[in-house]
């Protein structure tokens, strides 16, 4: 296969893996595997967000308003809309392009990864895309799939749900369930298993699997075998306790090596954080559709969660995965040292994106019916 690295790299991250309790929540590290230096960020990493670090630098302050207008809509999208992956995988992966009634009539795309011949009773892994709800598309994870089809011979699908502004919450948000409750139905039509559906997502895509798992839990339907959740949104809604209590300037201080490139990304979520009520165009985020933080059920499946050491968003995974662990679900958190945000569009370049594609793979193995 082709990398932008070498691959024993990839080997290196799970040979060195080790086990802490990170904010009273048992935690999988996965160290950077070339580099030993506590708090750096990662080399690969590092080259992308200096090369960001210099143009915020110099970016006029108006540019970087996050709001819903058509001009910053149309500037966000052109960045996270970005295809970044290398094509790993050499072998021939089918992909399959049908569509799904949405609720309102709309037919929602979705596309189905697959090898020519899938191993029996095939889990289905079912993709959300991240993109802060309103950007992001099948294309930026369409490599990740590929792979996990590759190292698993198991079925992949996504979805192209309805995106905001234009489409408001709950649009995208029932878009996404819509697409499970057929997968839930019709799967075994493709000789896959209706009883081993993985719901996962990163970034927004993480907060959409979380609606998923939740609404299933609420028909009583389960019909989600496990969720997987990487380094999603989940307290959008900006519930404050002794787990989600965190500071710019006292923990990015921890990492002083690289602060001053690791501050401007983790400052760009934070205000993205803030922005998203008038993205979705709600009144109210502090509802548990949209802050899955507020209300979390001792019924959710088997959950994985990864993030990134330089992630903003990883206080609230770990508060997160607290609560689950408290209620007795079977609950795995890896973070990757050295990483920041939306590893996993980084198939290729990265080997940690490799890497977690390889636990994705191993927790379906683990948990599937």
């Known amino acids: 296969m082709k990398r932008n690295y070498e691959a024993v790299l990839a080997e290196k991250i799970r040979e060195q893996q080790y086990q802490v309790t990170h904010r009273d929540v048992p935690v999988t590290i996965k160290p950077i595997p070339d580099c030993d230096i506590t708090g750096a960020m990662d080399p690969r990493l590092y080259q992308n967000q200096k090369k960001l670090s210099l143009i915020m630098k110099f970016m006029p302050k108006s540019l970087m308003k996050f709001d819903a207008s058509p001009k910053s809509i149309k500037r966000l999208r052109k960045m996270f809309n970005s295809v970044d992956s290398t094509p790993m995988v050499e072998e021939k992966i089918e992909e399959m392009a049908f569509t799904v009634t949405a609720e309102d009539g709309y037919e929602i795309p979705m596309i189905r990864f697959q090898q020519a011949q899938p191993i029996e009773n095939s889990p289905v892994l079912y993709f959300i895309h991240g993109g802060g709800f309103f950007a992001g598309s099948i294309d930026v994870v369409r490599e990740a799939l590929r792979l996990f ?3 698993t011979n198991m079925i992949a699908v996504s979805i192209d749900y309805r995106l905001a502004p234009e489409n408001p919450y709950p649009i995208g948000h029932k878009d996404c369930y819509s697409g499970l409750r057929w997968l839930a139905d019709h799967v075994s039509e493709w000789g896959a298993d209706p009883h081993s559906i993985f719901v996962a997502g990163d970034s927004a895509g993480g907060n959409l699997t979380a609606y998923c798992s939740n609404r299933d839990i609420e028909e009583n339907r389960q019909d989600v075998c496990g969720q997987i959740l990487l380094y999603p949104t989940l307290n ?35 205000e993205m954080t803030g922005g998203l009520q008038e993205i979705l165009g709600t009144d109210n985020v502090l509802v548990p559709y949209l802050t899955p933080y507020m ?10 969660i990864t993030s990134g050491e330089h992630d903003f968003l990883t206080f609230e995974s770990l508060a997160y995965a607290k609560k689950l662990i408290d209620l007795g679900v079977d609950t795995t958190v890896t973070l990757y040292n050295g990483m920041g945000h939306a590893y996993i569009d980084q198939i290729g370049n990265f080997p940690q994106a490799e890497d977690c594609i390889r636990d994705i793979s191993d927790f379906v193995r683990k948990n599937r019916k």
């Open 236 to 270: 959008m809604g900006g519930v404050k306790d002794k787990y989600t209590e965190f500071s710019i300037d006292r923990d990015v201080k921890m990492y002083k090596k690289h602060e001053s490139v690791i501050r401007p990304s983790i400052e760009i979520f934070s």
């Open 295 to 304: 209300s979390v059920s001792e019924k959710m499946p088997p959950t994985m």
């Open 149 to 151: 089809v590759h190292e």
